[in-house]
């Protein structure tokens, strides 16, 4: 048995209990203010002196008023300590995850590059039909979105539903369309789309136990309008069930795999890291590096200030999100050219990325659904059929 379900039943139950003081803590307050008024609430200073020389009365409410001290100060602190019990559940969730999961490899390169000569060879329309009708092949049944405002393409939206136990579920995406008919687009981001199609396939074959949601973005380069029209299109609440994404842009050449941050040391509230005009998520990043440590596969961060992708229409509608791509000396190779051409992509390192995603978005949704469960846990007993379930 893992030996890291010792440590989160422990964080569990702690977390639970926390929140069940928070409550008692709550009613006790409210309780002691109430008992202190019908006392008289008296002044320190009249300590045996304007009421009468009442100094019994007076003691009491002395006693009271330091009680209700104690209580304020308790209740003050609790939140900070159960927040402090939540991110050791959430760090113990993730080293499961990662302790649980395999290295299989599981992007068959060929296929990727077929992806990626079709794709080329097309506009932006038969972009988004290629897209579509490649999910339709591998038995999938798709959602196409049009992006309205004039743009060329569609959304195309896939679902894999490996968990039915959960409407949870995680999402990876990539635009499919290019900056213009002069460039064919194959890092810039056929790269990316042949990967979300790959993980499509290997999710089929290899069954885990997840769900899924693959959403090809178009109109990205014209400033992000595929994921804007994506996130509006979102019913209500939705993102509480999208646990997180990894977006995929330009990932088919450069020996440098890394995830945008900001150029701020520090996260932003601690969650988020800036970069350019948005952030990406923090915990995700370090996600994406954890499970990079077990394939072998280093990932580093990317201070990168110039330019957005589609994590962030995603982030702005709470949506916890990454973006990964590669460089060549700090620079996305042949960048917006004529040159971008399928020659230039290095099958394994572009397949290195698709299965750095797929084993990073599992171990996503199994720590976080550990977690999630866990919190939401009504008693002690609770907890332990949920632990037991797990194992
Ligand atoms: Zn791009």
Redesign the pocket.
Known sequence: MNELYAPIREDAVALYEGRQRLGELETLYEAKQVELKNAGNFRERNLGGLFGGDKEKARTCKGLKGELNDLFNEKYDQPSVINGTRQRLYGHSRKLAYSEGTDERVIDKDRSLGHIKELASRDNDGRSSYMADSFRDLGYEVKEQSIGGYHPGANVIAEYKGDPSSDRYVLVTA?ADKVSNFCPGAN??ASGSSLILELARAAKENGPKVNMRFVSFGA??TGLNGSKAYVRSMPDRENAKAIGAINL??VGAGNQLSVLISHAQSGFDGYSEYVGTGYTTKWVNELIEGTGKRLGIPVQRMDWSRGN?DHDPLIRNDIPATTLLRRQNGRIPNYHSESDKPEGINPDQLAEVGDLSYHSLIDMYRSRNVYSNLTGAKSVEDIDTLLEQMK
């Open positions: 635009h810039d981001n990205e380069e842009d330009s992708s």
